[in-house]
């Protein structure tokens, strides 16, 4: 069973967020690299690029999908992982640490309150999982 | 069950028997044939046969398509100097031999790599001989013709711009890929603009501005004239716009500088002169290169080395999220069939001639192309257009309009060329004429005579 | 099992474990001043390029293209072909392909000087022959589908769904109805349906299907209004079945103003038995590569011609192939001014249209017909004896295709992937996996209609032997394929280092590595 950071917040479409001093850490959570399969490909935004929560900032490609990553929340991009462009097999070896995709000024922390914590995004994992 | 009464049968290509298929429908559990196809309702079924020509024995057909095909003019012995974007090249009879083989001619896509190697392996040849000759990082598996394989070329500078724009596109980019790029680009916010060619029958590009989207010129141009792709790719180059190449006739690439030395951001277009028949046209060798930078937005196949579980080299298709099958609506292309085994004739073509012999080609058609230009313009009344440098093509002025001397010397068993006039009602009076190693210097000899008769 | 995967062409390299040597790249050998062609000595005056072009504008030999003879080449590509798997080795069950035998005559009859040797600007005065052919097979495609015109020209099915789907629009416009933006697709469709969708500009939206595979109606229903440019069908469907509400879906598209796209790749089911044109399709696609049996070639050439209703006949590409009333004469005619312009810069594939109208001309009416019940009493026939062993999604009769899922292997952890890669031991190309999308871990099985039963018994066998196998030794398929020199292969390091062309500057990139390998 992965562990899901308590200190993280996490989105219904498998990204997390980690926040210090109004800065989010942004990457996607096991579940989501475990269905992708070998990630090949990585696209992020460029710094200084807005987000808008809910829509998409990326892709991330494995060898049979392609999936868009989605933004937690809303806010100025301030660093891209690029070595992440080099080493895609990073987020399949260490997606809650080495694998970080992007790093956000949060416009609004408020939206935090709407993200799951991990207890909850486990739970949701298991209820969707159940329903196959 | 239907009855065959149909003397000259299906059966050769249907294995099944009377016995196999009464004995078929018992496992199944079903009475008749009919019961098989009850999920089409009754009020949609086909009652009636077919309304198509009577079946042909295998003798029979052989002798109605051989008099369909003698029914046109090669077959009756006529000297064609047709060029305009299809070229007759000679091709080894070995080529035609080896992509007849089962398992190039009726294998399929190469999906599963284990037991598709033959067909991976050629294509990762095609792709780096294509490269090679284009002077360009990456080449794919070929499209569909080079016309549609440039409008890709368009619409994949408009993606790496993010935004439409504005085309800017030579006289010498040939008018049927012009009109398939409109085509393809009949929903999208594209404009095209003609930069037109000068009296030496070259393209002068001007610095493009902002709203540029692509620059496009052909290598050797419609006019059969050569370009100074590296003047066009300096003056491109610092800027948004793309710098694509098309080209109709690469074995002029044998000794041009290659776009990729140029600048080019893309080539495209045609690959059919090595390894394939004209064929009324197709089908043809559609190709795409461009900067390693641009691979992700790329149409097309791609077959990449790669290794085993035991470390053994192999090759599979790769980068396959750029297509329709996993991208579906975000799609580089909605292509998935493209052209495999015409490549497959293109790739064995390149490797017969090797670095030696397609010089020594590419320079046979420019000498003959040289002696046919001189012999013509020789004839009183009769002028070049160009004074350029030109390949295996070159135009000519002719004192009437070129339809009528066509006719004329049509009925004496000699195509002089292509009328201009058909494209541009400008060029009435002008011929594209073209001479490859396969016309014989009493060839061109004969062609220079028809004219001259005619034109008196 | 041995290492028997050579389709019988017994003299080539091996090593000492009985496996196809593989054949380095053509890169890899040759030598200097080896010759490979043939060309007559120079009868005209010889040019200095570097004279007439300029020195600057000269290039000199291309670095790494190789030098080998003739007998080089020959062999070089004869050993690559050995590692490949054609349609007449045995059954090609490749759902969705029709891999049918591709006969002899058609490679004699397109050879002919008088086809292969014909420019497409000759005159039309001495292309009678070429042009009445194009004529005829449009009429017999016309009389197959009970369509009014066909257009020859598109490539291949992509290209087909494009022109259709272009010709769609068109129509739309030309009655000023600028509003219809959507294009309904099921969710069974083909990747290259929506992909056609957005590349016109419309807006792809998608359908469910029902419990039973087809299409909603429910679901239709609601989505389809005066913004709907069109309905982009496959019939019978991609997961095999006919969409036996047909009258109704037909009732709910035009009754909304839009048109129906049907994707004719399942055609070989219905031929003879049913016609998109007498059962409310406006627009029908045709694979020549499939249905009218022209060789697949390892990814194409293909034919796409596309079939429409009278209403869309003046959107055609452009040029047609008309017949003068006085003179009798076939000409091309260009002057289509609601044209919506050209997707091939000449008019399609003509060699392989040959082929086609060669095999409808040895078909016939009755031998068309026979195609389809053949094929659809050969994919029952599998299921009926495989569906002990299968699990079947779809518990109905099928159509010219069968499809199961791997749930049963599952249990004892074997895929849709193992089973593919153990088939190959039994000498088989796969048949199709994953893919419709809507079945979980689908295989999809089409035999075609020219296969024996004798044929068709041993490929059942081998997929019940299978079955037991992932029960009994369940490891063993899933480190499938063993009889192949590869196994497999690392898509993922394909994809993140993409190494897309041999080098010279980088040829020890290419080295094969590993124990043994060859070069």
Redesign the interface.
Known sequence: MAEYPQFYKYTAEHEWISVEGGVGTIGITHHAQDEL??V??VELPAAGDSLEAGKPFGTI??????SELYAPVSGEVTEVHDELVEK??LVNEDPHGEAWMIRVRLADAGQLEGLMSAADYQKFLEAADSGH | MSATNDPHGPGRYQPLGPDDRRRMLEVIGVESIDELFASIPAKLRYAGELAVEPALSEPELIRHLGELATRNGPAAGMLSFLGAGCYPHFVPTHVDALIQRQEFMTSYTPYQAEISQGTLQAIFEFQSLVAMLTGMDVCNASMYDGASSVAEAVLMARRLNRSGGRVLWSEGLHPAYREVARTYATHLDLTFETLPVGADGRTSVPAPGDDVVAVVLQQPNFFGVVEDLERAGATVAGGAAKFIVATTEPLAWALTVPAGEAGADIVAGELASFGNAQSYGGPLVGFMASKQEYVRNLPGRLAGQTVDEKGRRGFALTLATREQHIRRAKATSNICTNTALCALATCIHLCSLGRHGIRQLALHNLAKATYARRQLTAIDGVEAVFDGPHFNEFVVRLPVPAGDIVDACAGRGVVPGVVLGRFDPARDNELLVCATEVHTRADIDKLAATVAEVCK | MSGENDNGNGMAPRDDQGQLKQEGLIFERGGAGRVGFSLPELDVPEVDVAAAWGEDNVRGEIAGFPEVSEVDVIRHFTRISQHNFGVESGLFPLGSCTMKYNPKVHERVVRHPGFAGAHPYMPASVMQGGLDLMRRLEAALAAVTGMHRVTLQPAAGAQGELTGVMMIAAYHASRGDGKRRKVLIPDSAHGTNPATASFCGLEPVEIPSNSEGTTDIEALRAEADETTAALMLTNPNTLGLFEDQMQQIAEIMHGCGAQIYCDGANLNAILGKTRPGDIGIDVFHINLHKTFTTPHGGGGPGGGPVAVGEHLAPFLPRPTVEVDSDSGQAFLDWDRPDSIGKVQGFYGNFGILVRAYAYIRALGAVGLRQVAEDAVLNANYIQKRLEGHYHLPHPRLCMHEVIFSDRTQKKHGVTAMDICKRLIDHGYHPPTVYFPLVVSGALMIEPTETVSREDLDTFIEAMIAIAAEAETDPEHVRAAPHSTFLSRLDEARAARKPILAWRPETAGEHEPVGAGATG
Do not use: F, I, L, Q
């Not at chain 1, 490609?61 to 392609?66: D, F, Q």
């Open positions: 399969g070998d090949v490909y490609e494995s060898v049979k999908a392609v895609p097999e």
